[in-house]
C-alpha cells in the first residue's frame, strides 16, 4: 500500500508512542505487581502463620501433637507454602512438614526461645528471608503463639512460586499489552492505509491536473472531510478544465495573432523606461540588430534624428497616460540605412490602471514612403508642365469659340435650306385620294435626311433618304437629291430602274467633282390609282391596312446606296404594294428607329409599329403627331443626334 | 394423545350450544364431565410411567417386608498406597459378619457396611463421613483406617452430638480420639501408638539400644508415632537421636536413600518406622542395600503381610535379604497362633468367607491374602461390634450403643486378654505383640536378646 508521507510520518509516530507506552506501562505494571503480590503474598503467609499460631495456642496444651500436625498438614495444601513447623516455647519443633528431614537451620536453633520473663511480649510476626537446600528462597514467617508464651509458628513461602506468578503475571500483562499494542497498531495501519489511500488518489489527482489532465475524477467513498475534499477537488477540476480549455482557446488564438502578428508585423515591448525587453524577429531583421543587442537597450540605438525632441515628447506624452499613439517613425539600421516604419504603440496597464508596459507594433512602409516622395516630386514637375499646357489650351479655346460660331452659322443656314427645301403643308393637301402628313426636325448638325412628295399627271412620286454624315456637306447632297429627283419627275415616263441609275450617276458624279465620299440611301415610292411602286434601298417600308393590320416591306434587294458607285443598274428591282381605302404606308429615317433614351435604348421598329397601329383610326397628320410625341418622350432630355423625318400616306 | 383433543371440542361444544334448549345443553355437560374423567385417569397413568420414584416408593412399600438391614458405614483406603489395609480390614469384617448374618443376623436383621474409599487422605473422609451419616443415614460409624483421616474427621462427631453418632473401633492408633471430647464418640479396640511405640522404645532400652531415631509418615500418624516415641523416651531421660520424613501416599518404588542417609548420619542403634507398608518397605529395602543392618521396628498400622511381600519380592529379584532385624509390634496376636480359639475361629471363618470386596470399591485387581494381621484385626472389630448389637436394648436408638459398651467387661473374643470398658475407658485392648520375621514368616518374638548391644 503505497502510504502518504505525512500519515506515514503520523503512524511511525504512533507506533513509537505506543511502543514507549507499552514499554513504560509493562515496566510499572510489572514493578507495581510484583510489590503487591510480595505483599500480599506476606499478608497471606501473615495471615496465615497468625491463624495457625492462634488455632495451636489451645492444641498446645490440650491436644496430642498429632492434632496440631493434622491441621498444618491442611495449611500446607494452600499453594505456596513451602513448610510450617511448630516449637514449642522451649525452642523444639513439636510438629512439622519437613521431608526428609528438618533443615540443618532450624534443626539446632533455639533463636526463638523466649525468655519470659526478661523480654517483653510481642505477637508481631518476624519475616525473613532464608536461603534453604531443597527449598531454595523462601519467605519465612515466624508468628509467636499466645505470644510466645506457648511457643511459635514458621511459615515458610517459596520464593519461587511467587517469582513464578510474577513471571506469568508479568508475561500476561505484557502478551496483553503487546496484543493490544499489535492490534492498535494494525487498526491504526489500515486506517492510515485507508486514509492514505484517498490522500494518494488527491495527489494523484493534483498531479494529473498539473499535467493537464482534466479527466480524472476521483472517486468518492466517504462524506468524511477527504471526502468532501475529494468531491470539491472534483468541482474544482471540473471548472479549472473549463478554464483551461477556454485559456487554451484563448492561447491559441493569442499565439495564432501573435504568429500571425509576427508574421506581418515588427513587434517589440519595452518597459516603463523605455528599455526594450521583447523583440521579434522581423525586429532584427529590420533593424540589423540580434535580439541580445536590442534586448537591455532603449530604441535610441534605431534612432535616426529625423524625427526632432518634439516629435518623440509627444509621443511620450501620449503613451504615458496610457493612449495609443500612432504613427510613422524613421529608423536607421546597424548598418546605417534607414527604414520607415508604420508604428502603433499600445501602453499595458495592470488591474490598478497603471501603465507597466509598452508593445510596439510596427509595419515598414519604406518603399510606400519613397514612392510617396518620388510621386510628390512628379506632381511638382506635372504641375509645372500642366500649368503651361492649360495656357496653350486657353487660347486654343478662344480660337475654337470662333471656329465653332462661325461653323455655328455655316449649319444653320444648311438647316434654312434642308427646310426651305420640303414641300410645303398646302402642296401635299392638295394631292387627291391621298392623306399625307410630313414631319422633319434637323438635329443640330445637320443630318441630311431627305422626303419630297411630288404630284404630276395624278402620278404621285414620294421620295426619303438619308445622306451619310452630318453637316453642310450632307445637306448640300440632300438638296442636289431633291433637286435631281424633280428634274426626273419632270421627264415623266420613266421607269424606275432608270430612274434611280440616272439619279445615282449625276449623284456620283457630283460627288467626284466635290471630292466627297458620302452617299446616301434612297426609296422612290410612285403612286398611282391605290397601287404604288417602290423601289430603291432605304429603311423598311410600312404598310398599314385599314384594320391597323400592319406589313413590313424590306427594300434590301431593291438598289444600292446612291453615289456610292458609278452604276446600280443591275441592282435595282421593284415592288408594287396595293391600297385600298384607308390602307396606307409609313415611311422614316434612322433618326427615329434608333432615337436613345437616357439609357441608350433605341426606339426600335417595334414601338413604332405599335404606335402606329394604335393610332391608324386617326388623321395622318394626328398620326404623325402621335408618333413624334411618342418619339420625343422616349428621348426625354437627351440631346437629339440625328435628323428625324416621318412621312405618312394614307389613302382615302 | 388425549391433550389436544380437549380445546377442540370445548370450542366445538360453545359454538353448539349457542343454539340448542337448556335441557340439551346440561346433558351435553355431563357428558363433557365423564370424558375429562376419562382424559384426566390417562393422564394420571402417563404421569405414574413417568415418574420413575413414584413407582419406586410404591414397589418398596410392595416387596420389602423383610426386616431391614442393619447399614454401618465405612471409609476406609481401598485403593493408594495403603489400599491392602483397607481391603484386608474389611474382608476380616465381612467374614464375620457373613457368618452371623447366614444365621440369622441380629434379632432378624442383617448387617450391612456400606463402604467408601478416601484412599488415605482426609478431605475424602470427611466427604465420606458426611454422606455416610446424611444421605445413607447409617446406624453406625466402623472400620475407619488412618490417623490423618480420623483426625480430621473428629469435629464431625461434635457437629452430630445431638444425633449422636459413634465410630467403633478404628483402624488408628492416634491419640487424639482417645482424648477428650473425642473419646466420647470414637470407641477403640486396639491400643494407641502411645502403647505400641512405648513397649518398643521400652524393649530397645532394656538390650541397651538407646539411640533412636524415628522415620515417619509426615502427618498426624507419624507425628502420633513419633510424639509416642518421644515421650517414652523423655521419660527415660533420652531424646530422639535423629529423624527424618517422608509424605503420605509414597510409594515402594521412590527412593529412601536420603532419609537412610540421614538416619545413618545420627547413627542409631535402633530405628522406629511409624509409616504405612510401601514406604516402610522402601525404608527398609535401601537401608538394607547400603549394608546397614540397623534394626528397624514397625508399628501395627504398617500392615505386615504387605510390606513383608514387597519386600520379599524384591528380595527375589536382587538376592538381598532384606528382613533381617525386623521387628514389627501388633496390637493383635498373631493369626498363626491357632492355640487361641479367636485365632481359630478367625482363620475359620476367613476361610469360609470366598467373596472377593466389591468391584466398585476396588477396582484394581487385588491379590488376597489368607490370613493377616489387619484383617484378623477387622475380624475382631466385627466381633465385639456383633456383641454389642446384640447386647443393645434397642437397635433403633443410638445411644444405647454407647451404655452398652460401656456395661462390656471381661469379654472373651478368644484372644489371651480379656476386652474391658468402662465409663472412662473407650479402648478394649492395651496388649502389645512383637514379631519379627524368619524364614519369609512373621513369627512371635520371645526373647529381644538378638539384638542385644
Known sequence: MKMSKLLKKALIAAVILFAIIAILTSLFSVWNLNTYLVAEYKNKGMSLTQSIARSSSHLLFNSPYETIQASIDDYLEINGIAYIFVEDDQGEIISHTFVPTIPEIFANHNLSTVNLLAEELTETPLIQDLDIAGFGRVIDIQSPILAGVSGQVHVGLYWQLIEHQILIATLKQVAMIALLFIGISLITYVLVGSISQDLNLLIEGVK????????????????????????????????????????????KQLSDIKYALDQSSIVSIADLTGMITYVNDKFCEISGYSQEELICNTYNLVNSNYHGVEFYNKLWETITLGDIWRGEIKNKTKTGTYYWVDTTIVPFMDEFAHVFQYLAIQTEITDRKELQEKLE???KERTKQLAIANEEISLLNKQLKAENIRIGAELDVARQIQQLILPKPEELEGIQGLEIAGFMEPAEEVGGDYYDVLYTNDVVTIGIGDVTGHGLESGLLMVMTQTAVRTLKELQKIDSVTFL??????????????????NLTLSILNYSQGSISLSGQHEDVIVVRASGEIELVDTMDLGLPIGLDQEITNFIDQVTIELNSGDGVVLYTDGITEARDINKTHYGLDRLCDIIHQNWQFSAQEIQQAVIKNVHSHIGEQRVFDDITLLVIKQQ | MNYPYEPKFSVKSRLIKSKISKRDSVTIAMKLISKFFVVFATLLCICLLIHPKLVYAQSQQLIYAEPQPIKIGMSAAFTGASRSLGIELYQGS?????????????????????????????????????????????????????????????????????????????????????????????????????????????????????????????????????????????????????????RRGTEYHSSFKAQVDILKKAEPDAIISIGSYQACAGFIRDARTSNWDVPIANLSFVGSESLLDLL??????????????????????????IALPGVKEYRNLRDAYQQKPPPNLVPEPYQNLPYSFVSFEGFLNAKLLVKILQDSPNLSDRKNLKTTLENIHDFDLGLDVPVEFNAQSHQGLHKIYYMTVKDNHFVPIFSWKQWSK
Not at chain 1, 229 to 240: G, I, W, Y
Not at chain 1, 509 to 516: E, F, G, L, P
Open chain 1, 208 to 251: 494529473r491536473v498539473e499535467k493537464g489532465d482534466y479527466e480524472f475524477n476521483i472517486a468518492v467513498r466517504d462524506r468524511n472531510e477527504i471526502g468532501l475534499l475529494a468531491l470539491a477537488f472534483n468541482r474544482m477540476v471540473a471548472t479549472v478544465s473549463d478554464y483551461a480549455k477556454s485559456l487554451e482557446n484563448s492561447l
Open chain 1, 377 to 379: 516630386a512628379k506632381v
Open chain 1, 501 to 518: 441609275a440616272t439619279l445615282n450617276r449625276v449623284i456620283y458624279k457630283n460627288m467626284q467633282r466635290m471630292n466627297s465620299d458620302k
Open chain 2, 94 to 246: 465381612m467374614a464375620y459378619f457373613d457368618y452371623i448374618n447366614r444365621s440369622g443376623g441380629i434379632k432378624g436383621r442383617p448387617i450391612v457396611i456400606q463402604a467408601y474409599d478416601d484412599g488415605y487422605n482426609p478431605l475424602p473422609a470427611i466427604q465420606n463421613t458426611t454422606r455416610l451419616i446424611e444421605k445413607d443415614q447409617v446406624f453406625l460409624l466402623f472400620n475407619y483406617l488412618g490417623t490423618p483421616t480420623v483426625t480430621r474427621v473428629l469435629p464431625l462427631f461434635i457437629k452430630y452430638q445431638n444425633k449422636p453418632i459413634f465410630l467403633f473401633f478404628p483402624f488408628t492408633g492416634a491419640q487424639s480420639h482417645r482424648q477428650s471430647p473425642y473419646n466420647q464418640f470414637v470407641f477403640n479396640l486396639r491400643p494407641s501408638y502411645r502403647e505400641e511405640t512405648a513397649g518398643l522404645v521400652k524393649n530397645f532400652l532394656k538390650i541397651g539400644r538407646k539411640k533412636i531415631a524415628v522415620f515417619y509418615q509426615i502427618d498426624a500418624y507419624g507425628r502420633s508415632g513419633w510424639d509416642g516415641v518421644k515421650r517414652q523416651l523423655k521419660a527415660e531421660g533420652f531424646k530422639i537421636v535423629g529423624e527424618a520424613t517422608y
Open chain 2, 312 to 337: 520379599l519380592k524384591t528380595s527375589r529379584s536382587t538376592g538381598i535379604d532384606y528382613t533381617q532385624n525386623l521387628i514389627n509390634s501388633q496390637v493383635v496376636p498373631s493369626y498363626e497362633n
